[in-house]
């Protein structure tokens, strides 16, 4: 009896789901066009404005928190974090990180950096599985 047959038996009998189907892992290239798709929404051919940044991050985090969260997505036992960092684009270089502890099986992350002439913004998109 292989690995895979014996986990969903153990499901079976106990009725916790510890790992997701395979079609339900986190895939960080569905989350890449989605992240793509909210900061070109968003941001689309705009100057940077000091004033205006903290809403266009909290309007960036949310929608692809939301769309995350659709129910065409199947991610039912995902817990999502996105962080959002918008700066003015004079060529200087900018590093960005984040420290996590995860299960790397069913947990994962994307990321997507978007730059025009006058700003960027590097957004990363977290997802955990709710045990």
């Known amino acids: 009896m292989d690995v895979g047959t014996l986990s969903n038996k153990l499901n079976e009998t106990t009725g916790y789901i510890v790992r997701p189907n395979f079609e ?8 890449q066009e ?6 070109s929404d968003v941001l689309g051919d ?4 000091q004033d205006a940044c903290p809403e266009w991050t909290k309007a960036i985090t949310i929608n692809i928190r939301d769309r995350l969260k659709a129910a065409n997505m199947k991610f039912d036992r ?3 974090i996105v962080q959002c960092v918008i ?5 200087q270089g ?3 990180g984040c420290r996590c502890l995860w299960d790397s099986d069913t947990d994962g992350m994307a990321e997507y950096v978007y730059l025009n002439e006058s700003l960027f913004c590097a957004v990363a998109a977290f997802g955990i599985f709710y045990y």
């Not at 705009?46 to 404005?49: A, M, Q, R, T």
């Open 94 to 96: 900018v590093k960005y």
């Open 87 to 91: 700066g003015e684009n004079r060529g």
């Open 78 to 80: 995902y817990k999502f």
């Open 46 to 49: 705009k100057k940077f404005e």
């Open 34 to 39: 989605i992240l793509y798709s909210c900061i």
């Open 24 to 31: 339900e892992k986190f895939r960080s290239t569905k989350i």
